[in-house]
């Protein structure tokens, strides 16, 4: 059974960058029918994509955050990381990886997220 | 950028009762269209993919229709567990994704 987790601090300072790590388990990073994802929930709002990237290291932003982004894969680890500069208040949100299908496309396994605030 | 405007956002509704909600995009997306529930406090769950396949596993009370720009999702009979946040999502222009801004699903 293919498993997601997320990791990394759960709080961080204004200004400063955001680093989280999705460690994939139950099946490997790099299947070329896949991308892995980040979408994030701010509290009590709705979803946001921003970004994928699929095994090879190709990389796909949300343009609204595509300055500020960064998505990278460590197939020898079997994760690939997220990258937010410059965060503010409004960065603050729960965190999700998750795995998109490239003919079945959809997201069909989620990590559990983890809360991410940005605060002094 | 695809826009997805989804109604209503939020509705209360009797056990056993119909439920529908709308996704609406702002350009045509063929069936390029899932739907996930959430409840509180958990990821996100795939019940429908492109548009009207059932992810397996999922009740059959739950279904999904619609094309181009015009979809919809509908709890035949609506049971307590159900209660959630529904949300649609878009992959026309894959793997960049949007997602509507969610329906809250309440018990009356």
């Known amino acids: 059974q293919l498993q997601l987790q997320e990791s990394g601090p759960g709080l961080v300072k204004p200004s400063e960058t955001l680093s989280l790590t999705c460690t994939v388990s139950?099946?490997?990073?790099?299947?070329?029918?896949?991308?892995w994802g980040w979408i994030r929930q701010p509290p009590g709002k709705g979803l946001e994509w921003i970004g994928s990237i699929y095994y090879s290291g190709s990389t796909y932003y949300n343009p609204s955050l595509k300055s500020r982004v960064t998505i990278s894969v460590d197939t020898s680890k079997n994760q690939f990381s997220l990258k937010l500069s410059s965060v503010t208040a409004a960065d603050t949100a729960v965190y999700y990886c998750?795995?998109?299908?490239?003919?079945?496309?959809?997201?069909?396994?989620w990590g559990q997220g983890t809360l991410v605030t940005v605060s002094s | 950028d695809i826009q997805m405007t989804q109604s209503p956002s939020s509705l209360s509704a009797s056990v056993g009762d119909r439920v529908t909600i709308t996704c609406q995009a702002s350009?045509?997306?063929?069936?390029?269209l899932n739907w996930y529930q959430q409840k509180p406090g958990k990821a996100p769950k795939l019940l429908i993919y492109?548009?009207?396949n059932l992810e397996t596993g999922v009740p059959s009370r739950f279904s999904g229709s619609g094309s181009g720009t015009d979809f919809t999702f509908t709890i035949s009979s609506l049971q307590p567990e159900d209660i959630a946040t529904y949300y649609c999502q878009q992959y026309d222009n894959l793997p960049a994704l949007t997602f509507g801004g969610g329906t809250k699903v309440e018990i009356k």
């Open positions: 139950g099946g490997s990073i790099s299947s070329s029918s896949y991308y």
């Open positions: 998750a795995r998109l299908g490239t003919i079945g496309v959809h997201l069909d396994y």
């Open positions: 350009q045509d997306i063929s069936n390029y």
């Open positions: 492109d548009a009207s």
